[in-house]
Structure formats: structure tokens, C-alpha cells
């Protein structure tokens, strides 16, 4: 870090010094830099360092005591959480009809069509399901009043999953580590020759990361600074990857996401979401659950991370 301390960085808010256990806050511009000759001794007096090249440095764990001590346990890891939407039975054809209704009736602000397994669903108007049942027994009522011709079946389900569905934290796919295609990620200069890149380029502070990331792949990037104007390249370009911020100036990327799977021709493009820190971990279940997007990455998101994700989707892993 600035200060000079060494740290592990366990997620978007926290990181743990390496030498001393102690864990703090991180803040955005508290970046790092790469590690010097110097800095490098240091890690290997004070044992840290199991092995090291030219390109990383792998390092011992810190004493089980230290490195979970201070940690936050969460008890409802075996939980079930339910959320819910309204199943309207139509096939997928009948999407844009079903948001037109919506529309019309003034209730846009309130409700969102959109693709689930093959049918049309109901959901919050940002494309997320409804947290409490009340909500969506009143939205279901409203709609069966209103519409009762197109709706007037709508049908109360939701969607369950345990409270730690894509569990973080520093023992989180420890087993599953692939080592070659970690380096690969981080290495290969040739991974995303001939493919075709759009993504939102939209923040100034994040605008280098994600340019210096596409030219060190080799992809070609189609910036777009819109939801709108994503789509249109979407539909105009058929690119091999999508990355999207998840809340942009003109939408939210569950109605781009949602639009792109309605179209058969692009339903299949990979899209990886892109979130601001503070964004509830419901958002992430959804979008790995539900809306089955590739990746879900919270900023600040470090250069590396970034391109090892963009890496496994090119290389199709």
C-alpha cells in the first residue's frame, strides 16, 4: 500500500496487513504498486514468502489465529432465503407486449418484465425479484385488477437459495485453484485476438483499468457510455463479451441483460456485471442465479481480477 504496509485485500471494504494479522479498512484510492527487489526481502525475512519468479510472489498463510481471528462469521450460512416473483405463464414472445401493458397502466416504475426459463416474469423495476411476500402478493392483485386479459393469470414463485450461494472470503474455491490458468490470465498477450469486446466506459476513475486491460488481451473494445447505446452496439457488432455497469446513466443492466436474452440471436453472449461497492450481496445472487450472468466483480476491482475474467470468458472457461 501507500504507506508501505503489505496486505491481502478480502474484499471490497477490507484488507489484512500481511506481517501483522490486523485487518482495516481500504479505501478507493489506496492503491498499491508493483513490488520492489527491496520489498520482496522484506516479505522473505519475515517468512512470509513460499516461493517466487519473475511475475509472482506466492506467500505462506498467516497463523490461523491471526488471519480468521478478527474476521465477521456469518451464522446463516445453512440458511434458505426465498425471494419472489410473478410467473405470468406467457412465452417469452410475449415480453415486449407485457412491458407495453405495463407502460400503459403507469406502472413502470413499479414493475419490470423480463425472460425467466423461457417465460415472461414479473419482477421489482429494476429486475430484481421481490424480498417480502407482501410486495408481490400486492403486486399480483394489482395486476390481475388492471390487466385482466394479459395477466389476469399471474402466479405467485420464487426462487430459493441458501444465504451463502457464492460464499466469500480468503478459504472461499481454495481447492480450486488453477495455478497455470491463473498465470495464463495474467500473461497471455494473444487470449483475445478477433474477439469483440462492449463495455460501459462510463467512470473516470475505472476508464484506464478497463482500457489498459482490453489492449493487454488484444481484444478490439467498443466503448459505450449508455445502456441504450450498449444494446445498439450489442445488436450491431454481436461481440464476444459484454460488460456492463450495473447501475448506468439512462437504465439498470438487468433491463440491457434481459433484452439481450430475449433476442435469440444474442442470447448467448456472456455478460459480466460490473457493481459499485455498497450494493447489497442480494444483487450478486441474482445475477449468478437468475439473471446467469459470466462474472459479478465489485470497485474497486483490482487490474488483475479484471483481466482474469475477462481472460476465462474469451477462453471460454
Known amino acids: 500500500m501507500k504507506d508501505g504496509a503489505f496486505v491481502v485485500q478480502w474484499d471490497a471494504d ?152 457464492r460464499p466469500h472470503g480468503p478459504d472461499f474455491d481454495v481447492d480450486l485453484l488453477d495455478l497455470d490458468a491463473l498465470i495464463a490470465s495474467q500473461t497471455e498477450t494473444f487470449a483475445g485476438k478477433g474477439k469483440v469486446v462492449v463495455g460501459i466506459d462510463q467512470d473516470r476513475d ?7 486491460t482490453m489492449d493487454a488481451l488484444g481484444v478490439e473494445f467498443i466503448p459505450v457510455a449508455t445502456g441504450q447505446e450498449a444494446l445498439r452496439a450489442v445488436e450491431d457488432m454481436k461481440p464476444d463479451l459484454v460488460l456492463l455497469d450495473l447501475v448506468m446513466p439512462d437504465t439498470h443492466a438487468w433491463e440491457i441483460v434481459a433484452k439481450i436474452r430475449a433476442n435469440r440471436a444474442l442470447a448467448n453472449i456472456p455478460v459480466i456485471i460490473i457493481s459499485p461497492h455498497n450494493t447489497p450481496a442480494e444483487q450478486e445472487t441474482f445475477a449468478l442465479t437468475v439473471a446467469k450472468v459470466r462474472d459479478y466483480l465489485v470497485k474497486p476491482v483490482a487490474p488483475s481480477l479484471l483481466r482474469q475474467s475477462i481472460w476465462n470468458v474469451l477462453r471460454g472457461r
Open 14 to 165: 477490507q484488507v489484512q496487513e500481511l506481517l501483522t494479522g490486523n485487518l482495516r479498512p481500504f479505501h478507493d484510492l489506496d492503491y498499491g504498486h508493483n513490488i520492489t527487489d527491496y520489498e520482496l526481502d522484506q516479505l522473505r525475512d519475515s517468512g512470509r514468502v513460499a516461493h517466487y519468479n519473475r511475475a509472482y510472489v506466492w506467500l505462506n498463510a498467516l497463523p490461523e489465529g491471526q488471519r480468521f481471528a478478527r474476521l465477521p462469521i456469518r451464522s446463516e450460512a445453512h440458511e434458505r432465503v426465498k425471494h419472489f416473483y410473478l410467473n405470468t405463464t406467457l412465452p417469452i414472445e410475449y415480453l415486449d407486449q407485457v412491458q407495453r401493458r405495463l407502460e400503459e397502466l403507469g406502472l413502470r416504475e413499479k414493475y419490470t418484465a423480463r425472460e425467466n426459463f423461457g417465460l415472461v416474469a414479473i419482477m421489482n423495476e429494476d429486475g430484481t425479484p421481490f424480498t417480502r411476500l407482501t410486495d408481490i402478493e400486492n403486486a399480483q392483485n394489482i395486476l390481475r385488477q388492471a390487466a385482466p386479459q394479459l395477466l389476469g393469470d399471474v402466479a405467485v414463485a420464487f426462487i430459493e437459495y441458501t444465504a451463502q450461494a
Open 206 to 212: 475505472f476508464s484506464r483499468t478497463l482500457r489498459d
